[in-house]
């Protein structure tokens, strides 16, 4: 099992152009996650989605939309970049809820995103 | 609402000293409780959890238990080494809340020194 991978790795925007960051899971989890990963501020989620054709905002939603036409893979896209877009982004999966289970989540590697 | 404070870092400590990293936590209910570390250049991976008051989670020589009274989860190893150089994350889930979100803390990072 790969478990959660991103591509891609490391991207250079210039302010204005559009990219879309892909995740993918091989678990068969329920729930994917997107945060952004700033010095200092920890982990903020900016959309999650707990199934197949389902999306929410998380806390930092604005710039960025999300979707989840697949199980398996949960798309990040930013329209028109902009520098405090800058950051490193990391996508998560988790089983999801019910059974008595703890909610543990999965993270890829991460994409260092650099706008200018 | 629900809320994670860690204790700021950078910790730097010499090879095989003792560690802790203060976690106290916020919420209402009875949230699991989560350690993930981050290794330079990787995401997070989860090193040991919580899902009750009393429980102790354990991983490659940590430990941590839920405290329910002081509302702690803090982290301890007896000896680290330089591969525990990394920066730590203290987390919450809260089952049963009004969100599906895993609350982080602001993360500390450790360096050890040989």
């Known amino acids: 099992n790969a478990g959660v991978t991103q591509t891609p790795k490391f991207r250079v925007l210039k302010t204005g152009q559009s990219m879309t960051l892909l995740c993918a899971q091989d678990m068969n989890h329920e729930y994917m996650y997107w945060y952004r990963q700033d010095p200092g501020m920890g982990l903020r989620l900016i959309h999650y989605s707990v199934g197949e054709g389902t999306t929410a905002k998380g806390e930092v939603p604005d710039g960025y939309n999300v979707s989840r036409l697949k199980k398996q893979n949960f798309l990040l896209g930013l329209e028109s970049a902009a520098p405090s877009q800058t950051s490193v982004y990391f996508c998560?999966?988790?089983?999801?809820?019910?059974?008595?289970?703890?909610?543990?989540?999965?993270f890829g590697p991460g994409t260092r995103l650099t706008v200018t | 609402g629900n809320s994670v404070t860690q204790m700021e870092g950078p910790v730097t400590l010499s090879e095989e000293a003792f560690l802790t990293i203060n976690c106290t936590y916020t919420?209402?209910?009875?949230?699991?409780l989560f350690w993930y570390v981050q290794y330079p250049g990787e995401g997070l991976q989860l090193l040991l959890k919580a899902t009750k008051a009393d429980d102790k989670g354990s991983n490659k020589g940590f430990e941590a238990t839920y405290r329910k009274e002081t509302t702690s989860f803090h982290l301890e190893k007896g000896s680290v080494q330089v591969s525990d150089s990394a920066v730590y994350f203290c987390?919450?889930?809260?089952?049963?809340?009004?969100?599906?979100?895993?609350?982080f803390g602001t993360g500390t990072l450790l360096a050890v020194q040989p």
């Open positions: 987390a919450l889930w809260n089952y049963g809340g009004a969100t599906n979100k895993l609350i």
């Open positions: 998560a999966s988790s089983p999801g809820t019910g059974g008595g289970r703890t909610y543990e989540q999965y």
């Open positions: 919420a209402t209910g009875y949230p699991s």
